[in-house]
């Protein structure tokens, strides 16, 4: 009988359990910091634990839904295709010009700019909507005295000839600018705004994947300036009209489009993370206006500007992005906040961007090139869950 009782109760209890496990889903097996190294979860092997910052409130439930706010500060480099200026090349007296014993290349410099992005999203359920406006200004400048490197010296001088910006030209060869020294300004500004939606889930103990997609906007604005100093010797009567000759060229755009992606945490303990993100982008764009115009240097040309443009061009641009770095998060007042910083380094590709290039290579030298555009640099996070 005795035995009979044991094997009974020990039933009983194991039951008990059983039906309680059942009806209480946050039992201390379900109850692990979401986004943080997964201890116990009370879902079926088939189902991914969710991974989004989860709060509690005052009775250590948790809520349903929360509010986080985002801001980064971006400290990224921009440069891009079809930024050649020019290649050196020697001067005669008579206007006429010869390849040097070595000719260098000329290319617009680029430089690192600091930029912002801020967001704020909101936590329903499992999933999270966030949405984040992007800010950046991209500005670099040149300045170059024409390189005697590999200048044959004597009767010759040494020239930058900046060819491909510069549809009329004088000398020899009818078009492109021969200058003693050339200056430049590049600026780039854009403005990005994402839409998005997704689900961080439990891949693993320590792995996290949130897959994401929604829709991007981007607005983005470019000019690039270039004075070239034209010695007269350049010119066929030695008659200069003007000095500097400019060259003026600006590209607007905008575009819509959807955007998806997946970001990745790999959870090594103490609220540390190794991190990474990529995503694509295809949007409609409509290139409102695509400017050039340029001065002359001769006074034998009566035209006194050189101009072209392109209105209205619609397209489809692609973008891709990623990124890898490093985080850190942790709850806080019994769960009732969080606090996130991230530090990481990305790497943003948008494809055929560079139309002052493309515009002046179709319609005046009949020729083509690559002319991407690329951003990478440092990005360093903070978020709020409240």
């Not at 000019?223 to 003026?248: M, Q, W």
């Not at 002359?296 to 992005?321: Q, V």
Request: aromatic share 14%; net charge negative.
């Amino acid at each position: 009988m005795r035995q009979l009782y044991i094997v009974s109760s020990l039933a009983a209890i194991a039951a008990s359990n059983l039906f309680s496990a059942q009806d209480m889903p946050e039992n201390k097996d379900c109850c692990y910091y979401q986004g943080e190294m997964l201890t116990g979860a009370c879902h079926s092997p088939q189902y991914s634990a969710p991974a989004k910052i989860s709060l509690q409130d005052a009775c250590c439930n948790k809520k349903c839904s929360d509010l986080f706010l985002d801001a980064s500060f971006l400290y990224w480099y921009a440069s891009q295709d079809g930024m050649v200026l020019g290649f050196s090349l020697d001067l005669q007296s008579t206007s006429r010009l010869s390849y040097n014993l070595g000719s260098s290349t000329l290319i617009q410099s680029f430089s690192y700019d600091p930029g912002f992005k801020v967001g704020i999203g909101y936590g329903l359920d499992e999933w999270e909507l966030h949405a984040e406006y992007t800010w950046l200004r991209q500005k670099s400048t040149l300045s170059s005295d024409a390189t005697t490197k590999n200048t044959k010296g004597g009767a010759y001088t040494p020239v930058w000839y900046v060819g491909t910006w510069y549809a009329q030209g004088v000398g020899q060869y009818g078009s492109g600018i021969s200058a003693t020294h050339v200056n430049s300004t590049w600026a780039l500004d854009m403005d990005l705004i994402d839409l998005t939606i997704g689900r961080p889930y439990y891949n693993s103990r320590c792995i996290t994947v949130s897959p994401f997609g929604g829709l991007r906007t981007a607005w983005i604005r470019q000019n690039l300036s270039i004075n070239a100093t034209v010695p007269a010797a350049a010119v066929f009567n030695n008659t200069l009209t003007r000095d500097p000759v400019y060259s003026h060229n600006r590209s607007n755009c905008w575009g819509i489009g959807p955007t998806a992606g997946a970001g990745c945490h790999w959870l090594v303990g103490q609220g540390f993370r190794v991190e990474g993100e990529g995503g694509l982008s295809v949007l409609f764009t409509q290139y409102t206006r695509i400017f050039h115009t340029e001065g002359t240097a001769e006074s034998s040309d009566p035209l006194p500007a050189y101009k072209i443009s392109m209105e209205d061009y619609n397209c489809l641009r692609t973008m891709a992005n990623l990124g890898l770095g490093i985080g850190w998060g942790r709850y806080l007042n019994a769960g009732r906040y969080h606090l996130d910083f991230s530090a990481d380094y990305e790497f943003n590709v948008f494809w055929n961007q560079n139309m002052m290039r493309t515009m002046i290579d179709q319609l005046i030298f009949e020729a083509g090139t690559s002319n991407d555009l690329y951003l990478h640099g440092l990005t360093f996070t903070g978020r709020f869950d409240f």
